[in-house]
């Protein structure tokens, strides 16, 4: 009854009305001016933080805007390298897209991988959220604008905002001309990318819009043995429709597809070797294949068998806003199928242990609605009154093998030949079902309570209902060597998890004059529990577990300046927040099964700052900065003690977050200078720079340390619409690890994902 009167209310409601709940520009190139510092000013960032358009210096939160443009300087193409726009933001991901891709802002985000878990970074593109963050994964495409949100934004939108927020709008049809782009580049490891658009006016009241991009390169390792892992071929296409009948009614139709179809993710590096590598290796030469060098820097890696991937992201999204005269009611509606197919060399090596087949499958609707408003008396105030609801259903499935060699290898282990049953073939299959209800209620309101403050108060409730069901519907033999270790088979389960909250925000804000801005705030941020899906989210027979984790509940407090000066040349905005956490939700990879804890409490307090300066008429210089003083788990037993002599060991108490850096900054020089009429020399040259981090929550190891170097220089011909430019990522090439992982089957044993190395190329763009 609960579930059903919520979704005939929203359906409901849903065939009355469509609308685009927030659209969003962001503009921040300083354009060539004459030669005069007061006239040598940056342009005015508009963003949608707030549910409105308003410039980004009145916006009483932290936000960083990027247009189209700044994303093509920085070569900012798909989630994975976001953090060139901030160093407050950074990804993640290893093997399986859908539980292995993590979004952190300011330290905080999902931590490790989890089958079930949805980001405490909300990902809305073009208004619809997305559930798994794996699904912007593929290449930016026809992206007109990209805004991150720092910190909770519960009481702005409907879905999980409890670290902060990641909104990315397409290029909209417009009704005025034929216009377009092609862009082609091409670079090292055989990298080629092509991609363009076209907007065509079909009436006075109707335009469509097409994109399309192709994408392909070789994998970074190398295969001792011939060819490269980690290839990547991806492909995507989008179709806008916008229909504009009169002043007062907006809709929009947005149709994309998205597919990769690789040998992705299985190269790994072998950073520390636990007893049993060389026997591993052995195997490997006995079946035929010689072993990856032991050295990083060398990024070799190799598998068998082949590792096929392939991700199916596709959707469509129905967007009209009306204008009733007393406001805006908007409405959006999504439909999204997320597929994840893939077969893996769950022993990471040439030799023939252990391979599995997986699938994923998600089916989400989500439909929202608005209204945005201003109120007059008893004093002014704008306003945004909301209604949220998704339904996700998921179903996933692994089935296990026993390779060629397993027989042998597991023989060794146990030192006794024949104890454990491991001849080649299917010996498991397990089957996950989960199902994800949300509806949420919110508000927020900001009031001019006098001529230089503004009182913000917001508020939303959320109901959260989910289900997790697990069977193990074929499982071979109790003397199955992981049956021996105790790990499989799991006791099947079927539970459900539901949970309401209360939260909301209040900020102060103050503007001494037009340049500068100030505010203070405190926001109460909210994620869900659930459900685990794993075959050990129970237990073993004899040994059971709740397979629920807990809510996870976040006190943002925070205060912040925005000051334009040097006669508008010069913007500097800076922010200090402390966050209070309870139950932080961490997930766990420990080499064959993932589990879930809640530290019970943990905290995080620093700063960041971003600096813009336009030096002269010509010369862009930027700089922004977060420090992390504190990024820790509590101390608590429940999260395990570390031994500082064994860092390959767990142990998470006291200890700080995974992949949250006590320093990350970005320092850049951006160049825009005429050479002769209608030509100009364009460029930009970045340093990124990361303190030492933990890369896992399962390990104590770390990365020291890294800086890398970026640059890009180029011929822009404005009489000809055209762009040529030649660029370079990591130009010291600096090896380095993103995350640490538990080489499966090898107990202390441990492999490394590294980061991309030096990369360049060449790209032409033509503009019509």
């Given at each position: 009854?609960?579930?059903?009167?919520?979704?005939?209310?929203?359906?409901?409601?849903?065939?009355?009305?469509?609308?685009?709940?927030?659209?969003?520009?962001?503009?921040?190139?300083?354009?060539?001016?004459?030669?005069?510092?007061?006239?040598?000013?940056?342009?005015?960032?508009?963003?949608?933080?707030?549910?409105?358009?308003?410039?980004?210096?009145?916006?009483?939160?932290?936000?960083?805007?990027?247009?189209?443009?700044?994303?093509?300087?920085?070569?900012?193409?798909?989630?994975?390298?976001?953090?060139?726009?901030?160093?407050?933001?950074?990804?993640?991901?290893?093997?399986?897209?859908?539980?292995?891709?993590?979004?952190?802002?300011?330290?905080?985000?999902?931590?490790?991988?989890?089958?079930?878990?949805?980001?405490?970074?909300?990902?809305?593109?073009?208004?619809?959220?997305?559930?798994?963050?794996?699904?912007?994964?593929?290449?930016?495409?026809?992206?007109?604008?990209?805004?991150?949100?720092?910190?909770?934004?519960?009481?702005?939108?409907?879905?999980?905002?409890?670290?902060?927020?990641?909104?990315?709008t397409s290029a909209s049809p417009s009704l005025d001309d034929v216009e377009g782009y092609v862009e082609g580049s091409y670079g090292n490891y055989d990298a080629f990318n092509l991609k363009g658009a076209v907007n065509l006016p079909l009436t006075d009241w109707a335009a469509l819009r097409v994109a399309a991009t192709h994408t392909k390169q070789d994998g970074y390792f190398d295969d001792p043995n011939g060819?490269?892992?980690?290839?990547?071929?991806?492909?995507?296409?989008?179709?806008?429709?916008?229909?504009?009948?009169?002043?007062?009614?907006?809709?929009?139709?947005?149709?994309?597809?998205?597919?990769?179809?690789?040998?992705?993710?299985?190269?790994?590096?072998?950073?520390?070797?636990?007893?049993?590598?060389?026997?591993?290796?052995?195997?490997?030469?006995?079946?035929?294949?010689?072993?990856?060098?032991?050295?990083?820097?060398?990024?070799?890696?190799?598998?068998?068998?082949?590792?096929?991937?392939?991700?199916?992201?596709?959707?469509?999204?129905?967007?009209?806003?009306?204008?009733?005269?007393?406001?805006?009611?908007?409405?959006?509606?999504?439909?999204?199928?997320?597929?994840?197919?893939?077969?893996?060399?769950?022993?990471?090596?040439?030799?023939?242990?252990?391979?599995?087949?997986?699938?994923?499958?998600?089916?989400?609707?989500?439909?929202?609605?608005?209204?945005?408003?201003?109120?007059?008396?008893?004093?002014?105030?704008?306003?945004?009154?909301?209604?949220?609801?998704?339904?996700?259903?998921?179903?996933?499935?692994?089935?296990?093998?026993?390779?060629?060699?397993?027989?042998?290898?597991?023989?060794?282990?146990f030192g006794v030949p024949g104890l454990a049953y491991a001849a080649p073939g299917l010996f498991s299959a397990e089957r996950f079902e989960s199902r994800s209800e949300s509806f949420a209620l919110f508000t927020h309101w900001d009031f001019a309570i006098a001529e230089r403050w503004n009182l913000i108060l917001g508020a939303r409730y959320s109901s959260d209902s989910k289900t997790g069901r697990f069977e193990?519907?074929?499982?071979?033999?109790?003397?199955?060597?992981?049956?021996?270790?105790?790990?499989?088979?799991?006791?099947?389960?079927?539970?459900?998890?539901?949970?309401?909250?209360?939260?909301?925000?209040?900020?102060?804000?103050?503007?001494?004059?037009?340049?500068?801005?100030?505010?203070?705030?405190?926001?109460?941020?909210?994620?869900?529990?659930?459900?685990?899906?794993?075959?050990?989210?129970?237990?073993?027979?004899?040994?059971?577990?709740?397979?629920?984790?807990?809510?996870?509940?976040?006190?943002?407090?925070?205060?912040?300046?925005?000051?334009?000066?040097?006669?508008?040349?010069?913007?500097?905005?800076?922010?200090?927040?402390?966050?209070?956490?309870?139950?932080?939700?961490?997930?766990?990879?420990?080499?064959?099964?993932?589990?879930?804890?809640?530290?019970?409490?943990?905290?995080?307090?620093?700063?960041?700052?971003?600096?813009?300066?336009?030096?002269?008429?010509?010369?862009?210089?930027?700089?922004?900065?977060?420090?992390?003083?504190?990024?820790?788990?509590?101390?608590?037993?429940?999260?395990?003690?570390?031994?500082?002599?064994?860092?390959?060991?767990?142990?998470?108490?006291?200890?700080?977050?995974?992949?949250?850096?006590?320093?990350?900054?970005?320092?850049?020089?951006?160049?825009?200078?005429?050479?002769?009429?209608?030509?100009?020399?364009?460029?930009?040259?970045?340093?990124?720079?990361?303190?030492?981090?933990?890369?896992?929550?399962?390990?104590?190891?770390?990365?020291?340390?890294?800086?890398?170097?970026?640059?890009?220089?180029?011929?822009?011909?404005?009489?000809?619409?055209?762009?040529?430019?030649?660029?370079?990522?990591?130009?010291?090439?600096?090896?380095?690890?993103?995350?640490?992982?538990?080489?499966?089957?090898?107990?202390?044993?441990?492999?490394?994902?590294?980061?991309?190395?030096?990369?360049?190329?060449?790209?032409?763009?033509?503009?019509?």
């Amino acid at each position: 009854m609960y579930r059903s009167t919520k979704r005939a209310l929203l359906m409901g409601a849903t065939a009355a009305c469509y609308a685009l709940s927030f659209q969003s520009t962001a503009q921040e190139t300083a354009e060539p001016v004459p030669v005069n510092e007061s006239a040598r000013t940056l342009n005015t960032v508009t963003v949608t933080a707030q549910r409105r358009e308003e410039s980004i210096q009145d916006v009483p939160l932290s936000v960083t805007a990027a247009d189209s443009e700044t994303l093509a300087k920085l070569r900012v193409d798909n989630v994975e390298n976001i953090s060139l726009l901030t160093p407050s933001i950074s990804f993640r991901k290893t093997n399986f897209a859908a539980s292995s891709s993590n979004i952190q802002i300011r330290g905080i985000g999902t931590a490790g991988n989890a089958r079930t878990f949805e980001g405490a970074v909300g990902v809305f593109i073009d208004g619809v959220y997305r559930t798994r963050s794996g699904q912007a994964l593929a290449n930016f495409l026809d992206i007109d604008n990209l805004q991150v949100l720092r910190g909770p934004q519960g009481t702005l939108f409907g879905k999980n905002t409890a670290a902060g927020a990641l909104l990315m709008t397409s290029a909209s049809p417009s009704l005025d001309d034929v216009e377009g782009y092609v862009e082609g580049s091409y670079g090292n490891y055989d990298a080629f990318n092509l991609k363009g658009a076209v907007n065509l006016p079909l009436t006075d009241w109707a335009a469509l819009r097409v994109a399309a991009t192709h994408t392909k390169q070789d994998g970074y390792f190398d295969d001792p043995n011939g060819g490269t892992l980690n290839n990547i071929e991806r492909n995507g296409y989008k179709a806008s429709l916008l229909l504009e009948p009169s002043s007062d009614l907006s809709i929009k139709l947005i149709a994309d597809y998205a597919k990769e179809d690789d040998n992705c993710c299985y190269g790994t590096a072998d950073f520390f070797d636990g007893p049993l590598q060389g026997f591993v290796d052995s195997l490997s030469i006995a079946n035929g294949y010689q072993p990856p060098s032991d050295d990083i820097s060398a990024f070799e890696a190799t598998s068998f068998p082949e590792t096929p991937n392939l991700i199916e992201d596709q959707g469509i999204s129905l967007q009209i806003d009306f204008d009733t005269g007393a406001g805006t009611l908007s409405s959006v509606t999504g439909f999204r199928r997320f597929d994840v197919t893939q077969d893996q060399d769950v022993d990471f090596s040439a030799a023939d242990l252990l391979d599995l087949y997986e699938t994923f499958r998600s089916r989400f609707f989500s439909q929202e609605f608005s209204f945005n408003g201003t109120m007059n008396a008893p004093v002014e105030a704008n306003y945004v009154i909301g209604a949220y609801y998704s339904d996700e259903d998921l179903r996933m499935a692994r089935n296990l093998f026993h390779g060629s060699q397993a027989q042998d290898f597991w023989d060794v282990v146990f030192g006794v030949p024949g104890l454990a049953y491991a001849a080649p073939g299917l010996f498991s299959a397990e089957r996950f079902e989960s199902r994800s209800e949300s509806f949420a209620l919110f508000t927020h309101w900001d009031f001019a309570i006098a001529e230089r403050w503004n009182l913000i108060l917001g508020a939303r409730y959320s109901s959260d209902s989910k289900t997790g069901r697990f069977e193990n519907p074929y499982f071979r033999s109790m003397l199955d060597p992981l049956a021996l270790a105790g790990v499989v088979p799991g006791l099947e389960y079927d539970d459900e998890f539901s949970d309401e909250a209360f939260t909301g925000t209040i900020s102060l804000q103050y503007r001494p004059n037009a340049d500068q801005m100030y505010y203070v705030s405190y926001n109460r941020g909210y994620k869900s529990g659930g459900v685990n899906l794993d075959v050990n989210a129970a237990g073993v027979p004899g040994n059971y577990s709740s397979p629920l984790y807990d809510p996870e509940l976040i006190d943002a407090y925070e205060f912040g300046g925005k000051i334009d000066w040097a006669g508008g040349a010069a913007r500097t905005n800076f922010a200090f927040f402390y966050n209070d956490i309870t139950d932080l939700q961490v997930a766990q990879f420990l080499g064959l099964q993932f589990a879930i804890i809640n530290s019970p409490t943990a905290e995080v307090f620093g700063a960041e700052i971003e600096q813009t300066y336009a030096i002269n008429d010509y010369l862009i210089a930027k700089g922004s900065a977060t420090w992390l003083e504190t990024a820790d788990f509590g101390d608590d037993p429940v999260l395990g003690i570390a031994d500082p002599d064994r860092p390959y060991l767990g142990g998470m108490s006291g200890r700080r977050f995974s992949t949250s850096p006590e320093l990350a900054a970005n320092a850049s020089l951006e160049l825009d200078y005429p050479i002769a009429p209608g030509i100009a020399l364009t460029g930009l040259a970045q340093v990124q720079y990361t303190s030492e981090v933990f890369t896992n929550t399962a390990s104590n190891l770390k990365q020291e340390a890294v800086t890398l170097l970026n640059a890009n220089a180029g011929l822009s011909f404005e009489d000809h619409d055209l762009t040529v430019s030649a660029f370079i990522r990591n130009a010291t090439d600096e090896v380095y690890v993103t995350q640490h992982f538990n080489t499966p089957l090898q107990d202390i044993d441990r492999n490394a994902y590294l980061g991309d190395p030096r990369t360049y190329g060449v790209m032409v763009r033509k503009t019509f």
